[in-house]
């Protein structure tokens, strides 16, 4: 389901492997502004038909946001400070004025959000089995729920304008994939 034209650093995955903590606050980031993004959409004239599904799924990221706080309050870890993500701020550079055009561009950005969390998800849910359970059961539990969001946001975008769609993918595929290549050190899930 999933369109990526580049694999996932392999070097994410040993970084968040082994800064479990830092990268948790910064989950728990992710999910409160994948809450606060997706109220953002209804700004947009063309989805004002379509508020109650992105309520829903406003509420949906709320819901993880707090299950990660919970987690980070049971092991002990403070709320702190996010870290700004190079490739969600590159990501979001290129989306373009205009009503029409900057609902889609926004949408094509938030499924490639949620796309490539729920990849990453689905990787740590594999990865950690044996060094946090807990964790590996949390993570597989959260893929199906961003899976959704990325092709629910897909579809909004082709509801607009299908064309128009299929020609930002192309293009924000290609930024994506240029963009993950760049080295990112700091222990953060994007
Ligand atoms: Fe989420
Ligand atoms: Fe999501």
């Not at 970084?15 to 990268?23: G, H, I, R, T």
């Not at 990501?91 to 373009?96: A, H, I």
């Not at 990787?123 to 060094?131: F, G, K, W, Y």
């Not at 299929?166 to 963009?179: E, G, I, Q």
Request: hydrophobic share 45%.
């Amino acid at each position: 389901m999933l369109l990526f034209r580049e694999k996932i650093p392999a070097d994410w995955l040993p970084k968040v492997l082994s800064n479990l903590p830092a990268v948790l606050v910064d989950h728990a980031h992710l999910e409160r502004k994948a809450a606060t993004t997706a109220l953002n959409l209804e700004k947009y004239r063309d989805l004002y038909p379509r508020v109650r599904e992105i309520n829903a799924i406003a509420i949906e990221e709320l819901q993880h946001f707090e299950l990660v706080l919970e987690l980070l309050t049971r092991r002990g870890i403070p709320f702190g400070q996010p870290f700004p993500s190079p490739w969600i701020t590159g990501l979001m550079r290129s989306v373009r004025n205009g009503q029409r055009h900057q609902a889609i561009d926004h949408l094509i950005c938030c499924a490639l959000i949620e796309g490539r969390s729920c990849e990453k998800f689905q990787v740590l849910s594999r990865a950690l089995p044996d060094l946090d359970p807990e964790l590996a059961t949390f993570y597989g539990s959260l893929v199906e729920s961003e899976g959704n969001h990325y092709a629910a946001y897909i579809l909004m975008a082709r509801a607009i304008d299908d064309a128009e769609t299929d020609k930002r993918l192309d293009f924000y595929l290609d930024l994506d994939a240029k963009l993950i290549r760049e080295p990112n050190p700091v222990p953060m899930l994007h």
